[in-house]
């Protein structure tokens, strides 16, 4: 019930205001009131506590306190009952969502439901990596960053790669040339024969692992105990289009580095002067190739003695005269896009 009683006096029957408190009583004790009366306090008349007396209607009488108790009765029935029917949607709601997760947590293509899942620890990224694993059937594609592979590091991912190898998954592998110079890859190359194929770069971007070109995982902090797990379509296929670029420039790791056409200047020492001449401080440079700070300035030093450079500045330009300031590419840089093989699975470290 609304109106201009209600507006100034904002109650139901249930918590009479004080002045229509006061009419209303007087009411039921003398049968009726004038009219006049009830004038400050409308309300009484728009909650039909009071109505109009038939025989005069300059009076009001008043409805019997047993039927406004009947009434507040049923309103409160009435809205238990809805709130009552509020409940059972909701509940038959959230029944059905629950069932919709279901369906959705039994989708192998779907994972959690997501195009881009963040891993946070490593068991975590873990368990992603070897439910990738079992599903993969016909292609793993990693990068591997950093310098020589330790042995602990290629033994944690052996049992994966060879599942994978048992199911004829091939597998290739991207490394810097520094890893050339572990004996652990190459017992592990040796191990695995025909089903992992491995190249080398100067330097290569941060960890990829993609399976089937259909789920990719790249760190997601710099120690690398979060992981993204990536299944959308489109970032997946640029993923794999960024690896097969890397891959035709890349060299076959039984393939000898080539030789830099400069006396005295080594494959390595020539990567060094291509960064150094983008103006990267040896710690950056050292990161990208793979190597230790300490072996860079090492390099850095050979360098300045074979150039004849007595400064880091007349260094560079001496790097600049001898035409070592562009990396050059390896023999493989006019590979075809697409090369069989593969890369072995070494997931999570």
Known sequence: ????????????????CEAGDRVYSRAVRR?????????PVPCLLEL??????PD????????????????LLRSMYD????SHRRVGSAVAAFERY??????????????????IRVLDGLSRIQAAMDEATQECRTEVLTVQPGGIRRE??????????????GRGVRMRDLYTHVARHGQGLLNYLELMGDAVEARTLDEVIDRLILFDRTVAFIPANADRTMALELRHPALVEYLVTVFERLWRLAIPLTAPLPDTGIEGISHREQSIAALLAEGHQDAVIAERLGISVRTCRAHIARLSETLGAASRTQLGVRI?????????QGPAANAPLSVPGGPESRIAR
């Open 1 to 16: 019930m609304t109106g201009r009683g209600t507006q100034e006096h904002p109650h139901g029957a249930d918590r009479l």
């Open 31 to 39: 049968g009726r009131v004038p009219r006049r009366d009830a004038e």
């Open 48 to 53: 039909a506590l009071l109505h109009p007396d």
């Open 56 to 71: 005069d209607m300059d009076f009001l009488v008043p409805t019997a306190p047993q039927e406004v108790m009947t009434r």
């Open 79 to 82: 809205e238990v009952s809805q």
């Open 98 to 115: 629950a069932g919709l997760g279901r369906q959705l947590r039994r989708s192998p293509a779907a994972g959690e439901g997501t195009a």
């Open 152 to 165: 602990h590091e290629l033994s944690e991912g052996l049992h994966r790669a060879l599942a994978l190898r």
């Open 320 to 328: 600049a005269q001898a035409g070592l300031d562009q990396p050059r």
